[in-house]
């Protein structure tokens, strides 16, 4: 049982969905909704205190892009939390190729820098008690029918991690779609890497599926954008069973970090070839995720970021 949960991105779509699911678990007392605009975070709180009757969220304020609105923001957390859950991320929009003063883009500053301070600050700290649970994607091992290739590195050295949360991996036509894949892998890896270190703690990586009802394609495209909102995801893709509802895709995530059948160092998503339905351990075909070895070149290079 988790008391206290910190939930990434809770202003919206699978983050706040995620923390209306988790008030109305027996046991959870406190919520902490980390949010990058305060505004939407306050929105969010009243909606999420309406939707659930109860008054157990608080604010946090911080950018997982920015290394230092984190460091601030960590200030802030003043007892132990039992969980977190790293969900802030996408595939960012029109500057997700743009260096950050981290030296990582923007699409990796925002998938992987923030979340992997925050969760190693707080474990510094001795303030987090039980597990961590990253949000990553189906994206890792490639989707067909969004064209998204498998994030298959040559040698996943930590030379070649690098070059992709710096963005130079992708050469001069960077394309955050397919960037998106290779930055959730890599945090993945750190994710596994840190169940080994960490075996006290619970280290568990989490695709939602490919969810209705959030903000994601407003990232895309204007033309990507227009075929995901009113084609995509309300005709085709569910005709072919491909689109979870919001609440399915965030009880994924909502068992992942409160369900002892989800095993530390392992990374769930839906079967081969699917975007919904049961999960499974992602290692078994995508098998590089196995090795320990390219688990601690994903650490080693995230790192050569972090001050
Ligand atoms: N939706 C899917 O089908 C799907 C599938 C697989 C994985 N995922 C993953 O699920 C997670 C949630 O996605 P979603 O679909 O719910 O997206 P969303 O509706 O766009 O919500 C993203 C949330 O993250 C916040 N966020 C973005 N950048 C941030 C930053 N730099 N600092 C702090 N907060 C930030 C956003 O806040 P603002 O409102 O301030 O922008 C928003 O609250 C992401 O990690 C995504 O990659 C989604």
């Avoid at 910190?6 to 109305?24: F, H, S």
């Avoid at 939390?81 to 960012?92: C, K, T, Y």
């Avoid at 994030?151 to 050469?171: H, I």
Wanted: some cysteine; charged content about 25%; glycine content about 8%.
């Amino acid at each position: 049982m988790n008391e206290s949960i910190l939930i990434t991105g809770a202003n919206g779509g699978l983050g706040k969905e995620a923390a209306r699911q988790l008030a109305l678990k027996d046991g959870t007392k406190k919520i902490i909704l980390f949010c990058r605009n305060q505004a939407k975070a306050e929105a969010a709180k009243k909606d999420l205190e309406e939707k659930t009757g109860r008054k157990i969220f608080e604010i946090i304020i911080g950018d997982v892009s920015d290394e230092h609105s984190v460091k601030k923001a960590i200030e802030k957390i003043k007892e132990p939390i039992d969980a977190i859950l790293l969900n802030a991320g996408g595939i960012v929009g029109k500057t997700a190729g743009n260096i950050t003063p981290s030296g990582m883009n923007e699409i990796a500053a925002t998938n992987v820098l923030g979340h992997i301070i925050l969760v190693e600050e707080l474990i510094k700290r001795d303030q987090l008690k039980k597990a961590v649970l990253y949000v990553s994607s189906e994206a890792v091992r490639g989707v067909k029918q969004m064209g998204m290739k498998p994030a298959l590195m040559k040698t996943s050295s930590v030379e070649e991690f690098a070059a992709v949360l710096d963005g130079s991996y992708f050469g001069k036509k960077f394309d955050n779609v397919q960037a998106y894949g290779y930055v959730k892998y890599a945090a993945t890896m750190w994710t596994l890497a840190m169940a080994r270190k960490y075996p006290a703690l619970k280290f568990v990586a989490v695709s939602p599926g490919n969810t209705d009802g959030t903000m994601a394609p407003d990232n895309f495209s204007p033309v990507m954008k227009f075929m995901l909102k009113y084609i995509m995801m309300p005709i085709v893709l569910p005709l072919l069973g491909m689109v979870n509802k919001i609440e399915d895709g965030t009880k994924r995530l909502v068992d992942g970090i409160s369900d002892d059948r989800f095993k530390s160092g392992i990374f769930y998503a839906s079967k081969e070839g699917k975007m919904t339905g049961e999960v499974v351990d992602q290692g078994t075909f995508f098998v590089d995720l196995k090795n320990n070895a390219f688990q601690d070149n994903a650490d080693e290079a995230i790192h050569r970021f972090i001050n």
